[in-house]
């Protein structure tokens, strides 16, 4: 079945630091991958996302490329904010019967500190 | 800007009783889903609907879980009755639907503690 391991947390940064989360997956088809980003007491927010192999998704400073050879789908960012204080989360999708259901990682909670 | 509405918020309900949260997803959203996402860990699916049409519910103990969406619209999950484990917090998300994979909005959450 599907799956997504990410790097473990919480991840503590100074702000103006160079950001990387580590996610990797395993797929049975070719999925579309994702990064949502949870602020505390919120629902999940979409951050950026990737459809097919080589692709960069992008969104307010941030960026992952789909790297199918090595089935990962890293988060970084060149200069984090303290309001970048957040629990990232990496999943995927796939098209295999129809469902389109999103598989979660664990979550990657990251501080940014002044 | 349209969003997935959710409520209640909060609710903490006592072991055995029944409860139920209520999702509206983003107008013309065809498809909807139920996650649930124990604290420290990523959401699971608990059950999709395309329409009103049931798509995938392997993950849905059925024994005390029920949803339903009788017009294709709104929806309601239901638990009854109510077990300690099932302390969680509770996302409905929507998307477009169809064949494409489109992206899933998701609601604020509904967060139950069972005492």
């Known amino acids: 079945g599907n799956s997504v391991t990410q790097m473990e947390g919480p991840v503590t940064l100074s702000e103006e630091a160079f950001l990387t989360i580590n996610c990797t997956y395993t797929?049975?088809?070719?999925?579309?991958l994702f990064w949502y980003v949870q602020y505390p007491g919120e629902g999940l927010q979409l951050l950026l996302k990737a459809t097919k192999a080589d692709d960069k998704g992008s969104n307010k400073g941030f960026e992952a490329t789909y790297r199918k050879e090595t089935t990962s789908f890293h988060l970084e960012k060149g200069s984090v904010q303290v309001s970048d204080s957040a629990v990232y989360f990496c999943?995927?999708?796939?098209?295999?019967?129809?469902?389109?259901?999103?598989?979660f990682g664990t979550g990657t909670q990251l501080k940014v500190e002044l | 800007e349209a969003e997935v509405a959710q409520s209640p918020r909060y609710k903490i309900t006592e072991k055995s009783q029944a409860v139920a949260f209520w999702c509206d997803p983003i107008s013309g959203h065809a498809t909807l889903y139920w996650y649930r996402q124990i604290l420290g860990q990523g959401p699971e699916l608990l059950v999709q609907f395309q329409d009103e049409s049931v798509v995938d519910d392997s993950q849905l103990p059925k024994d005390r879980f029920s949803a339903e969406r009788l017009k294709g619209v709104d929806s309601t999950l239901k638990i009854q009755p109510a077990e300690l484990g099932d302390s969680a917090m509770y996302l409905c998300?929507?998307?477009?639907?169809?064949?494409?994979?489109?992206?899933?909005?998701f609601g604020p959450g509904t967060r139950l503690t069972v005492t």
């Open positions: 797929a049975t088809g070719y999925p579309s």
């Open positions: 999943a995927l999708s796939d098209r295999l019967g129809g469902g389109n259901k999103l598989t």
């Open positions: 998300a929507s998307s477009l639907g169809g064949g494409q994979v489109f992206e899933q909005y």
